[in-house]
């Protein structure tokens, strides 16, 4: 079954905007890692947040994590046409727990030019 | 980071047949993965490719339709057995170590006719 679930599943905005998207999650985990993935193709990794970690940054991307609430937010900043996919997050472990990454459903992100 | 190598990038097959899909790791990795990913939809997890024994499986998935060899820590192959046309998907593989961030391939998507 799924672990995370993100919100929203779609989001439209104008190059320059910024995006956010949430993701929410059931049980306790060790990582949370957020992917991109680009019509169908493989996932290209973005950013891995420990559980004991708050917030991340990559260039115009930060991440937040909040383990009281089960959820994490990706943050991109100024976006760009070429941000356009679908991006999905993905948690992993808690206590005893597996290391094996689960998905979410993904947002889809079109930014307009 | 790892990169990871799939082949094919892509196929259609006759219903009946059976695909064999490759995956190739430039670096050891502890974990491999076989992921299914219906369009629109997440990743799906097939099973986990455990080096020089059986494949652990998910409920839903049989060796006998996905057999799965990893002869070491670097290489991995997922076969889609006797195929119908709701065979038809994106197949993925990925890689992880333990603690670390998972990896993936450019996927391979399958149409059966």
């Known amino acids: 079954s799924q672990q995370g679930e993100e919100d929203p599943q779609a989001l439209s905005i104008q190059e320059g905007e910024n995006a956010t998207m949430n993701c929410s999650y059931k049980?306790?985990?060790?990582?949370l890692q957020w992917y991109r993935q680009n019509s169908g193709r493989g996932l290209v990794h973005l950013i891995l947040?420990?559980?004991?970690?708050r917030e991340k940054h990559s260039g115009r991307l930060r991440v937040t994590l909040d383990t009281s609430k089960k959820s994490s937010s990706l943050l991109i900043t100024a976006s760009r046409a070429a941000d356009t996919a679908s991006y999905f997050c993905a948690t992993d472990g808690g206590t005893g727990g597996s290391y094996i990454p689960t998905f979410g459903r993904g947002t889809s992100l079109i930014v307009h030019p | 980071s790892a990169v990871i190598s799939q082949k094919p990038s892509r196929d259609i097959c006759q219903r009946g047949t059976s695909l064999t899909i490759q995956c190739q790791v430039d670096?050891?990795?502890?974990?491999m993965f076989w992921y299914r990913q219906q369009p629109g939809q997440s990743l799906t997890l097939i099973a986990t490719a455990n080096q020089g024994s059986e494949a652990t499986y998910e409920s839903g998935f049989v060796i006998d339709k996905f057999p799965i060899s990893r002869p070491n820590l670097t290489f991995s192959t997922l076969t889609v057995s006797n195929m119908s046309p709701e065979d038809s998907s994106i197949y993925l593989c990925s890689g992880q170590s333990a603690g670390s961030e998972a990896f993936f391939g450019q996927g391979t998507r399958l149409t059966v006719v």
């Open positions: 947040i420990r559980s004991n970690e």
């Open positions: 049980t306790s985990i060790n990582n």
């Open positions: 670096s050891q990795v502890t974990m």
